[in-house]
Nanobody
Framework: QVQLVESGGGLVQAGGSLRLSCAAS????????MGWFRQVPGKEREFVAA????????RYADSVKGRFSISRDNAKNMVYLEMHSLKPEDTAVYYC???????????????????WGQGTQLTVSS
């Protein structure tokens, strides 16, 4: 089992950059596929980015491709989301999620993740 804590959210102007961090506690972090999702009030939680647990591969939502980058540091039990060229429509609560041995083909599916953080708010002003 793993516990996830996000940090790094805040207020940023459009066009700016920010890095979100997700700290994981627990064992066998290197066996967890990790994802970032986001949610705005009244809408479903949506996939943003994910990184696999083996031979790390990444996957991105079309809306963030080329602007966001996900990475992981297994030695530190950390996952990061680098965000650039931020837009007002990126405003949301961002959640870190993890699941052990999750297949790459399923990494974009919200319901496939067992463990979730509490979320961190990102607000992008125009």
């Amino acid at each position: 089992q793993v516990q996830l804590v996000e940090s790094g959210g805040g207020l940023v102007q459009a066009g700016g950059s920010l890095r979100l961090s997700c700290a994981a506690s627990g064992r066998a972090f290197d066996t967890y596929a990790m994802g970032w999702f986001r949610q705005v009030p009244g809408k479903e939680r949506e996939f943003v980015a994910a990184i696999s647990w083996s031979s790390p591969k990444t996957r991105y939502a079309d809306s963030v491709k080329g602007r966001f980058s996900i990475s992981r540091d297994n030695a530190k039990n950390m996952v990061y989301l680098e965000m650039h060229s931020l837009k007002p429509e990126d405003t949301a609560v961002y959640y870190c999620a993890g699941d052990p041995y999750l297949e790459e083909r399923d990494m974009h599916i919200t319901t496939m993740y067992t463990f979730w953080g509490q979320g961190t708010q990102l607000t992008v002003s125009s």
